[in-house]
DNA sequence: CGCACGTTTGACGAAAGTCAAAACTGGTGG
DNA sequence: CCACCAGTTTTGACTTTCGTCAAACGTGCG
């Protein structure tokens, strides 16, 4: 771990996937030592490939998806800082899920998986961490197929802008798009002409955006031209913003 | 286990969530001996409520799904025998997911969820037979994202009709609608009258419908029309047929 | 300045939702 | 044995939404 220490350290403390972790299961995890550089639209790792490595995610963006002949894409799911990946291979006789592309550049850490299966035999703890890791992904993919059974575009797509902000305080607020919108139309099912459509028709409620900047002007205004038409329960989407009389916005869950 | 005994041994040589489990695991899980039984509509849980319980389905058949304040489902999953559902709850502070209701009359065994994190936490087989039922989640969110995010209503028809028989051998077949053509339609996430006019335009490829009961004429012929454009490695999903040059059908998973 | 890339816009057509009426099914009881 | 009923499915007419294609626009960079 020579001159990397300081970083894993670091690592250690902000990434959720080690948190409360015994010492040595992360010591051990953390032996091969293997950060790694990847430009952006480099490709990770590829569905149906062999699996030897899984994957956190320490900076930038990385989407994960799955592809058809038609090349078109699906399960697109964007991911940054924490996320663990394909750690779930190891349940499907080490093939991967899914594919992995860089969406930005971006540093991730790769583990070998063997290391994951041998510690995990013996480490409830790690064990138990990564059925946290596949819940996880569970209540994601549930918020994905919810929204993608909104009614409309510019629901779907407010709900996006919702959850991408649900780290902000206040009551409204300006934020950097982290990824550019053909990913996130990607992500949610529909064509790049609609989520510009989509969002040209949010003005009306208090959205504006301008060289990749998206500006909020009431969160809770916004959450209700989605929330109240998805299935999901308020605690487990990080976008929903719940209102009082005098649409004080209260933050309930953050997903990075 | 009085005079469920010889039922519950059945159960035992049927149920994939017991095979393989030290049988003391499964005498403890199965102590409360509480089979019980639901009539058609009878509602099972609600999403939100506190968690007591998991089930697993002995006959009939189940709906899973979450339901928003318009009254419109989603994330609908139709189950039968064998499955298990609300074990997940266990991961998120004890509250449900989802919702169940019997779309059939049916059987369910219940077991107290306290029972399952007592025995989980010093049986690492029963935690691996826990990931292995998320991990069947998953697979199963994974199918019905990728079917709803690229074909048309008729392609996503053919693709359930083809997980429905995935349990037939041969050319072609004919089987009963194992539940209402309506809940089919809420699972592909369509209208009702959707879904009938896709059927109807499956006639052309050798789809027939009629009292409930689908012939399918050829099941490599029905394949090609949505399985190319499904972006699912092929051994994860039951309903995929391979076809060789003389359309030969090969079947590589069941559902049930 | 010009190029590459991502985004927006317009015109059009295809697909699916909506609503409501009609048709079909299986079961019940006279 | 038939009539009736409730529940489910099909069909038709209409509307809305979205995808498609392609051209124009904007931004950042060498």
Chains 1, 2 share one sequence.
Not at 2 to 20: E, V, Y
């Amino acid at each position: 771990m020579a001159q990397n220490s300081a970083f894993s350290k670091n690592l250690l403390s902000d990434c959720s996937f080690f948190k409360g972790l015994p010492e040595e299961d992360v010591k051990f995890l953390l032996e091969a030592d293997a950060i790694r550089y990847y430009s952006k639209h480099a490709q990770i790792c590829t569905e149906g490939d062999p699996a030897n490595l899984f994957y956190i995610v320490l900076s930038g963006w990385v989407k994960i998806y799955n592809i058809n002949s038609d090349g078109d894409v699906s399960c697109v799911q964007p991911l940054t800082h924490g996320s663990v990946f394909c750690a779930d291979s190891i349940f499907e006789q080490g093939v991967n899920l899914y594919s992995a592309q860089a969406i930005s550049e971006c540093e991730l850490m790769e583990i070998p998986l063997k290391d994951l299966v041998e510690k995990s035999a013996t480490s409830p703890e790690l064990s138990a961490r990564l059925l946290s890791v596949l819940s996880q992904r569970i209540a994601d993919m549930q918020v994905t197929l919810a929204c993608s059974e909104l009614k409309d575009s510019s629901q779907r797509t407010a709900c996006l802008l919702l959850r991408l902000s649900s780290w902000m305080t206040g009551k409204g607020g300006t934020f950097k798009m982290p990824y550019e919108k053909s990913i996130a139309a990607e992500q949610l099912g529909m064509d790049q002409a609609t989520i510009s459509r989509a969002l040209a028709r949010l003005e009306d409620i208090g959205v504006s955006s301008s060289n990749g900047e998206i500006h909020i002007k009431n969160f809770s205004l916004l959450s209700k031209h989605c929330c109240p038409h998805c299935p999901i329960p308020s605690n487990r989407c990080g976008g929903r913003r719940q209102c009082s009389q005098e649409g004080v916005v209260e933050i309930k869950n953050h997903i990075f």
